[in-house]
């Protein structure tokens, strides 16, 4: 758990979700209120390759980020840990796991 | 068809049965809608309506969609296309939406031209094409072997927009297309008229999701207008809108790649396009492109059998057994491994068995970062799956002694735990799995496909 003073990227972000792309991908975006806070955490460098390789348990060379400048969002996709209804699978439209990004503590 | 360059396609919602204000329909068809284009499927609900080919929506609900919709297309005159019909676009699902539009039109008393086409695979017909050569991994996915392709019980291809073009040539007034991409089915008419390409790829994007792309998604679908520069999408309410975010946004959904898209013809690039408010409710995009590919694909979903499961689902309010639930639920493993290997000579390899406990990171497992807040309760949720379901319930039965009573090591009294059901156990029946994430080269666009007229003659 972040501590309770550390500000993550779910307290700055409007919105963050995710959900399937298709049986084999997962795919997560973070929509920010405003330039000021999409530059704030991608100058914070808090979402790379290795945090979200790590944060996930994926393997980093499957992770794509899109940085989408005119709409202040940050997407990320990724191969789904299981197929999507595979015995293994925990959640079918993957809507849940926004929550480990979402609670990613920010730099003070 | 008339190659004027432009078209307007009216998109009345998302998903076929999902529900709209007929006056939405209305809205549109005066606003010079040209054709009605509908989704009827899609793979997100999992692996099992396109291994047992039955539909996730209601027929009550896909009914009454679809009546509102012939009638609004027969009285404007002006063809409506059902893409993925019945979930997951096989053969069977076409057929069941087919049967709808039969009653429908002995209802209205129309005679009405309706078009069927099928997307279903020959699964040996697959491993064929897997062993010449012209079946391509798509990523994640490695490279298909045909023993693979035989063990679906369902392969469908999805069609582009030539197939439905065709079928429209041919005096379609519905069109009922198996399984197709979901721009495919917007796209098919605004191609015939002559639109160029990669506005009218994007625009299907965009418009695919039917009010997703607005600022109200629950209150009806859009209107696309496409011309040669560009297109303008507005919702079908007038008292809720678009607006450049919200259509931009849209490109991102259920994407990996926001601004790149992959079609059986081509690739759609939305990089260059801009987005402008016409006014408060409509939106002005141009600049997109289509770039053709130079062999046309046609990707494959597949979904076969593998096994046979059952559940079992049970409640934990204790607080002395949530205090201790790794301790509980390590105890629960290791003696029901036992006991099944006592039992029934079964060691774990001969079956499949995760235990998820709701309230206590089953939905994140490892990943949650939250491991320091106590569960309040917990469901206990048992999933057995063997070759055969008598063995799936059997473990499912070895294991509901312990999921009643199992105490905490060193406990003076047996528990008892809060079952939902009796039985106990849930028999889930065959489970499927997505088993192909491939694509095949084809010469002809329309090859893999088969289209049947039939006009129901009420004249």
Known sequence: MPEANTRTIGDVASLVRAKNAGPFWLTLEVFFPDSASYRAVQESGVITGTSVAELYN???????????????????????????????????????????????PLPR | ??????????????????????????????????????????????????????????????????????????????????????????????????????????????????????????????????????????????????????????????????PIADAVLRGADVVLAGRATDTAVLSAVPLLRGCPPGPVWHSSKIAECGGLCTTTPLRGG??????????????????????????????????VDPFRMREPAGTVDARGATYVALDERRVRVEGSQFIPADVHTVKLEGSGVTGYETLSLVGIRDPEILDAIEIWSKTFDTRLAARVSAL????????????????????????????????????????????????????????????????????????????????????????YEFLLQHAVDVEDPTELFRTEIEVINHA
């Open chain 2, 1 to 162: 068809m008339n190659q004027t360059g432009t078209a307007k396609v009216l998109v009345p919602t998302g998903m076929l049965g999902a529900g709209f204000d007929p006056s939405t329909v209305d809205r549109g068809i005066a606003l010079g809608a040209d054709v009605i284009a509908v989704d009827g499927g899609s793979t997100d609900s999992g692996p099992h309506y396109l291994g047992q080919a039955v539909a996730k929506t209601a027929a009550a609900a896909v009914a009454r969609d679809l009546d509102v919709l012939v009638r609004a297309a027969k009285r404007a005159g002006i063809p409506l296309i059902v893409g993925s019909c019945g979930t997951s676009g096989t053969d069977t699902g076409v057929d069941w939406i087919a049967e709808m539009v039969r009653s429908i039109s002995n209802d209205i008393d129309e005679t009405v031209t309706v078009a069927r086409i099928y997307s279903e695979q020959d699964t040996e017909a697959v491993a064929q094409y897997v062993r010449s050569g012209r079946v391509h991994p798509l990523p994640p996915a490695g490279e298909l072997d045909e023993a693979t392709a035989r063990r679906c019980s369902h392969i469908v291809g999805l069609m582009g927009h030539e």
């Open chain 1, 58 to 104: 994926t393997p980093e060379a499957g992770v794509q980020i899109f940085n989408l400048d005119a709409l202040h969002v940050i997407k990320i996709s990724f191969p789904r840990p299981t197929t999507q209804g595979a015995f293994a699978d925990r959640d079918m439209h993957s809507g849940q796991q926004s929550t480990p990004l979402a609670q990613l």
């Open chain 2, 222 to 255: 859009v209107l696309v207008s496409i011309d040669p520069d560009g297109f303008t999408i507005e919702p079908l309410d007038p008292d809720i809108a678009c607006t450049p975010q919200s259509v931009a946004a849209h490109m991102l959904y259920e994407n």
């Open chain 2, 344 to 431: 029934l000579n079964l060691d774990p390899s001969q079956y499949d068995l995760v235990t998820r406990y709701y309230g206590w990171n089953a939905v994140l497992g490892s990943l949650d970062p939250d491991t320091t807040t106590p569960p309040r309760e917990v469901g206990v949720v048992l999933r057995v799956r063997a070759h055969d379901q008598a063995t799936a319930t059997a473990i499912a039965k070895i294991a509901n002694p312990m999921m009643l009573h199992l105490p905490l090591p060193g406990m003076s009294h047996l528990p008892s735990y809060a079952f939902l059901t009796s039985p106990a156990e849930l028999e889930r029946g065959p489970v």
